[in-house]
């Protein structure tokens, strides 16, 4: 079975592949927080995403490398025959990987790590999304200042608190609150309060990461 790339049908679907729930549903965070409009399918192992893959056409593929129905010997050369023009992103922990993509050279595999650094992370996604030329999440270079406040509120946002809520632990109006939900979108150049959270979140690792020591200068 082989799944070929249909010409002029545009997709916006990722395939996460991985059997241990925790690290799946983090991946599904990630790429939902980068790409809110991805269309993400989650599968334990490389038959399930195939099978799937007959009907619905993924644009991306982000896997594990020790999935528990593929040797790591033949990882590479299976995915080169089910999705031979499917960018695949690679979740692992060993050297194997990488001697086989240098083996194969093959640029639409990215390989990195569980324990790579969260900021790190985010471009590595962002850049398979990219190869997969799926939509991604646009962050302003600049933007006005956001008051003490509007963080606050921003930051409740991002926990999930409704206005009602947000007014009660704030000791504020609900107008109020909706004042400066409006005046956050507007600085945000954000369409809804989902995309200002992730924005603001976006901008928060793109400063820490600015902030950290190059190993240039250890």
Known sequence: M??????????QVVFVIDDHPIVSFGLVELVKDVAPHARIRQFSTLKEAARHAVREYPALII????LRDVHPDTFIGLFETLFPAIPVLITSNDDKVM????RHQLDRFIAFSKFTPFPKLIDLIRMGLALANIDVLEIP???RGLTHKQIEVLELIGAGHS???IAALLG???????GHVKD?????????RME???IYRHKQMQQTRQTEPSLHNI
């Open 2 to 11: 082989v799944v070929n790339k249909r010409d002029g049908l545009e997709r």
């Open 63 to 66: 896997s594990d490398f020790h």
């Open 172 to 178: 504020i109006s609900v107008e109020t609150v909706k």
């Open 99 to 102: 001697s086989q993509l240098k």
């Open 184 to 192: 956050i979108l507007e600085r945000l150049s954000a369409k809804n």
């Open 141 to 143: 270079k600049q933007s």
């Open 196 to 198: 200002a959270s992730i």
């Open 163 to 165: 206005n009602k809520e």
